[in-house]
């Protein structure tokens, strides 16, 4: 369904959660990326097993960050496409997207059938 076809106190609805999502996410980044810097100064001091121990969990923290700041990106085209009109719509193929899939995940590009499960971020 797209917003010219959604109901305006649903689109506020969906709209409202991607925000909440968003800022959930970008209290994550933060906080992995704290920890990431934390993780990185340790490594850099102390004996060599901690300093190793510090560089492997850095290198975990920093792939949490890429993953967390993609989420948000996504989530960010999701609004993107609530304000253009286009939410709710394939990216590819046009057609809409299932009520049900953007229930569960609002901030889907893709139809099931253009392999919207494929290509979406983890989280």
């Known amino acids: 369904m ?7 106190p649903r689109e ?3 709209r409202a959660e991607l925000e909440d999502r968003w800022r959930t996410r970008l209290g994550r980044v933060t906080e ?13 001091q102390g004996g060599a097993a901690e300093r190793s121990r510090s560089a492997r969990r850095a290198r975990k923290l920093a ?8 989420a948000l990106v996504e989530i960010e085209a999701a609004l993107d496409r609530i304000t253009r009109g286009q939410y709710g719509r394939c ?3 046009r057609e809409p997207i299932a009520a049900e ?14 392999g919207w499960l494929a290509v979406r971020p983890a989280g």
Not at 32 to 44: E, M, T
Not at 63 to 70: D, H, L, N, T
């Open 63 to 70: 792939r949490a960050v890429v993953a967390e700041r993609q």
């Open 101 to 114: 899939l953007l229930a569960s995940h609002p901030q889907a590009r893709y139809c099931t059938a253009c």
């Open 91 to 93: 990216e590819q193929c």
């Open 32 to 44: 992995l990326s704290l920890a990431y810097h934390d993780a990185a100064q340790l490594a850099r």
């Open 2 to 8: 797209s917003t010219l076809t959604m109901s305006v």
């Open 12 to 14: 506020a609805q969906r």
